[in-house]
Nanobody, 124 residues
Framework: QLHLVESGGGLAQPGGSLRLSCSPS????????IGWFRQAPGKEREGVSC????????YYASSVKGRFTISRDSAKNTVYLQMNSLKFEDSGVYYC?????????????????WGQGTQVTVSS
């Protein structure tokens, strides 16, 4: 059975950092594009970042560029999302997802497998 497991969420202060992890089961992080999405209360889910399966190229939403870094560790079969300089508006449930060929890097279309999500709360 193919699925993804996220971890690393929690509470951080504004300006703080958190690192999320995404570990697939039944496939490797090299097989598919791995993306991170988030959903804040009352808002639609939005794409945050993804990493290409072909060349490891990262993509970022403009709202997180320069603050978040996505990386892939093939040996550990894990994709990470390092989140620095956190802001209140970064709060939400973060999901990792995987797909062979998303229609656009940060679009949900084409991501077939989703994790259960991990809560990130930025609060003082």
């Amino acid at each position: 059975q193919l699925h993804l497991v996220e971890s690393g969420g929690g509470l951080a202060q504004p300006g703080g950092s958190l690192r999320l992890s995404c570990s697939p089961s039944g496939f490797t992080v090299d097989d598919y594009v791995i993306g991170w999405f988030r959903q804040a209360p009352g808002k639609e889910r939005e794409g945050v970042s993804c990493i290409s399966s072909a060349d490891g190229r990262p993509y970022y939403a403009s709202s997180v560029k320069g603050r978040f870094t996505i990386s892939r560790d093939s040996a550990k079969n894990t994709v990470y999302l390092q989140m620095n300089s956190l802001k209140f508006e970064d709060s939400g449930v973060y999901y990792c997802a995987a797909g062979p060929r998303p229609s656009a890097p940060l679009s949900e279309a084409g991501y077939f497998y989703w994790g259960q999500g991990t809560q990130v709360t930025v609060s003082s």
